[in-house]
């Protein structure tokens, strides 16, 4: 996987876990890492127009939640791309943090520990499946459904796709780009 030509924004409070996530993204090319040590900071350097190809964030910050963060980017108020794909890295398993995160605006959700192999497959996903975006009163971002299904007999409530956006502009597929 080459990353090297992307920005990736990567907050967490820890100096240990950024450098862990630099480290991992440098071995696969990404070579343009910026660190944010909270969601105050991370925010700052996005209203001054940091324009990340993606964002890697922790669950916990020092100053708020990730998914608290993840919310005002998606809300679009002084961030160059409400859009920008987001990870979210969080040592919570359990379901209702992982759905917290999802509904917050997360693309994906890793679990630590992880993996290079693991950060590797969640960047490839964003890539290679990007989701449309959500609009609706409440939440903004990637579809959280992952697939299609005719099954479901439930009401329209986007009316005919309405509120969909295929405005993500997703990250650029890693796997096809030159080594």
Same mark, same amino acid.
């Given at each position: 996987m080459n990353l090297s030509n992307m920005r990736i924004l990567v907050v967490d409070g820890s100096a240990f &876990?950024? /450098?862990l996530v630099r480290g991992?993204? /440098?071995?696969?090319?990404?070579?343009d890492v910026r660190e944010a040590a909270s969601g105050v900071e991370a925010l700052e350097m996005l209203r001054n127009d940091l324009a990340p190809d993606m964002i890697i964030t922790e669950y916990l910050l020092p100053d708020m939640e990730g998914t608290q963060l993840i919310r005002k980017i998606r809300a679009g108020k002084n961030v160059p791309d409400p859009f920008v794909p987001i990870?979210?890295?969080t040592s919570f398993s359990?379901? /209702?943090k992982v759905e917290a995160a999802r509904d917050a605006g997360a693309n994906e959700v890793l679990?630590?520990?992880? =993996?290079?192999e693991g950060l590797r497959r969640h960047i490839a996903a964003i890539a290679k499946n990007p989701r449309p975006f959500i609009e609706t009163e409440?939440?903004?971002?990637?579809?959280?459904r992952r697939r299609e299904? =005719? &099954?479901?007999?439930?009401?329209d409530r986007r009316g005919k796709r309405g509120g969909i956006e295929d405005r993500g502009k997703g990250a650029q597929d890693?796997? =096809?780009?030159e080594e």
């Open positions: &876990a950024r /450098n991992i993204l /440098n071995v696969f090319q990404c070579k990870i979210m890295l359990e379901r /209702n679990i630590k520990p992880f =993996s290079a409440g939440f903004i971002g990637p579809d959280r299904t =005719s &099954a479901y007999q439930g009401p890693p796997e =096809s780009r």
